[in-house]
């Protein structure tokens, strides 16, 4: 039976951790084989493995190391030729340095009694129904082979065969561009596999010491001791570090081998010591998998005889760092109309500056130690969800389904969506062509109507913005861009049709297209002058063909002025007037009027002549 044991731990929290050697106990030694595995031993042991318990193991490679000996994985769960939707994946990475090997050895030990204990053993049988476990006992095939057996101390077969450190291969989040180290082909694999499976917890086995150390491993001054250099989910990460320590049989002593001095058997990486481009950050930092290091003995090459208490040492750590994946909250983002999943959904929690994805079919899994937590789950095209979660010390963690409504009556259609942007003169017809488009795509958040007619019968088409287009809501201030005043001015008209559709189309999916919808009336009138405009021509630089309006007025003179009101530049045109009434229908707060000709921003007063728009706007 589990028990629970309750351990101070650093900080406020309580910590409990299961300890599950009472029910490992009893297990017999079954036929481990407790010596040194080679290459050529190692592979025939996976593969005989493999051949015995073919309903949950499954043995592939990842790639090749330098020398072109297979980085094998074994995979082990119930169903080992499919993924499960919501079934978590985790994996152990043994002998990453060539000379450490007793993660090597006890990772097909682990190999061995979930093959004999599937069905028998509850404890196991549960790990293997409700996780896909991924083992790979040797990351570097190549530097084993070079190291001198039963050599404790010496570096022989640390690197891989083109002398590289593989724990210093990775990118690194504190190293410039330049100093990134060139990956090699193990760690490129290794990289591979990162990016294509959704792993959420990895453990990373070394030795030369019995510790469990996490992230992050270094920091960025690189000080070479002592620099605490704390993830986001620091507090999970000392839990999952507990979590081995604690399981197992001495290394929560903390001080087992010469210098060691590690309260409750942990350590955060960079404080012990400054490692750039280790394996576990890179996991953290570039998916969703996280990983710690476990240094396993004080001796990196131990002679055969000491395997066995090697093996007893770590057993139970060994399972109950693969049960911690069921901590934290976990379950689907799925769409509410259609009950799909959503993959690549964001999963946030406050206050944590750490974000997690969802799978393929919207399941996720986010690692949180006991707590209360705000968890927000987001993705294109829906709207958000939160979710207030007490995740409490229950092993099994918590269910948090998200349903997200979709934002599809809202959204273009694909093909809409993908074709690029056609930058072309709107005439007419297709200016309004183009508006209603905005419209159709963007229904809850626009408004399109006319001021009304200019001199000639066109529509000054106006396209509105706002969370409730169409009313002026108190606290919420009014904005207006006006376009081709001037009918041969035509950059600005094309321009307050490409913002349209740009305001319509990041709607809810830009924070700051969204935010400024959510509090400001945009009023975007492209064309006051459409009969002027349709007098220009395309190419025309310099003159004033369609310019004024049909009846040869230039609007820009054409309003009521401010130092002169009784000289008035022929009789209000019926554009100039429809533009005064939209001004004093609403409380306008800010407004520009596009124009060409120069390229420059021109404020008021405009001079003390000319009656101008810019005036009135202002009076
Ligand atoms: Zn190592």
């Known amino acids: 039976m589990a028990w629970l044991v309750d351990l101070p731990a650093v900080g406020k929290t309580w910590i409990l951790i299961v300890l599950v050697s009472t029910l490992l106990v009893s297990l017999p030694a079954s036929g481990i084989e407790f010596k040194h595995h080679n290459y050529a031993s190692m592979t025939d042991y996976l593969r005989r493995l493999a051949a015995k318990c073919p309903n949950i193991f499954r043995l592939g490679s990842i790639g090749k190391s330098v020398q072109g000996r297979q980085l094998w994985v074994m995979r082990v769960t119930d169903h080992p030729d499919i993924f499960e939707p919501g079934e978590p994946r985790f994996k152990y990475v043994g002998n990453m340095h060539g000379n450490e090997v007793v993660g090597r050895e006890i990772l097909l030990y682990l190999l061995d009694i979930l093959c004999e204990e599937y069905g028998h053993n509850s404890?196991?049988?549960?790990?293997?129904?409700?996780?896909?476990?991924?083992?790979?006992?040797s990351l570097n095939p190549d530097g084993y082979e070079r190291s001198s057996p039963h050599a404790c101390g010496e570096r022989r077969g640390r690197t891989?065969?083109?002398?590289?450190?593989?724990?210093?291969?990775?990118?690194d989040q504190f190293l410039p561009k330049s100093k990134q180290p060139k990956a090699e082909p193990e760690t490129k694999?290794?990289?591979?596999?990162?990016?294509?499976?959704?792993?959420?917890?990895?453990?990373?086995?070394?030795?030369?010491s019995v510790v469990a150390s996490y992230p992050f491993d270094d920091s960025a001054n690189h000080q070479l001791q002592g620099a605490y250099s704390g993830a986001p989910d620091n507090e999970m990460f000392k839990l999952l570090a507990h979590i081995y320590a604690n399981n197992h049989r001495t290394m929560f002593h903390g001080n087992l081998c010469r210098g060691d001095n590690f309260p409750g058997g942990i350590t955060n990486g960079a404080h012990w010591y400054d490692v750039p481009g280790g394996m576990e950050d890179y996991n953290y930092l570039h998916s969703n998998c996280f990983e710690i290091t476990m240094e396993l003995s004080c001796c990196k090459f131990p002679p055969a005889s000491q395997l066995p208490t090697e093996w007893l040492n770590n057993r139970e750590a060994l399972i109950a760092y693969i049960l911690a994946i069921h901590r934290g909250v976990k379950g689907f983002v799925r769409n509410r109309l259609t009950n799909e999943g959503i993959p690549g959904a964001v999963i946030s929690v406050k206050s944590i500056n750490h974000d997690v994805k969802a799978a393929k079919h919207g399941d996720y899994w986010r690692l949180l130690p006991p707590g209360k937590y705000l968890l927000t789950a987001h993705a294109k095209g829906y709207d958000a969800q939160s979710k207030e979660v007490v995740v409490t010390n229950c092993t099994d963690g918590v269910t948090v389904d998200f349903s997200l409504r979709p934002l599809s009556a809202k959204l273009p259609s694909t093909a809409t969506l993908e074709q690029p942007l056609v930058y072309e003169h709107h005439s007419r017809g297709q200016l309004r062509t183009a508006l209603e488009q905005v419209i159709r795509r963007c229904p809850d958040i626009t408004l399109l109507h006319s001021l009304g007619t200019s001199v000639e019968g066109r529509q000054l088409w106006l396209i509105e913005f706002a969370r409730q287009p169409g009313v002026h809501i108190p606290g919420v201030p009014e904005f207006k861009y006006i376009g081709n005043m001037h009918g041969n001015e035509v950059v600005g008209r094309e321009m307050l049709i490409l913002l349209a559709e740009y305001l319509c189309d990041n709607y809810r999916t830009d924070a700051q297209v969204t935010k400024l919808i959510d509090n400001t009336r945009i009023h975007l009138l492209p064309t006051m002058n459409p009969d002027g405009y349709a007098r220009s021509h395309e190419g025309d630089v310099a003159s004033v063909t369609g310019r004024y309006n049909a009846h040869s007025v230039d609007l820009n003179r054409n309003f009521p002025d401010h130092f002169h009101p009784e000289h008035s530049r022929g009789p209000l045109q019926k554009e100039t007037k429809l533009v005064m009434q939209w001004i004093r229908s609403l409380p306008f707060v800010l407004s520009a009027n596009l124009h060409n000709g120069a390229l420059v921003a021109n404020y008021p007063f405009d001079d003390h002549k000319t009656n101008s728009m810019a005036h009135f706007a202002e009076r």
């Open 123 to 137: 404890t196991l049988t549960r790990l293997v129904d409700t996780v896909d476990i991924r083992i790979m006992p």
């Open 160 to 171: 891989n065969a083109h002398n590289v450190d593989l724990n210093r291969n990775f990118p």
């Open 189 to 208: 694999a290794m990289m591979d596999w990162i990016g294509k499976e959704p792993f959420v917890l990895s453990g990373n086995l070394h030795g030369g």
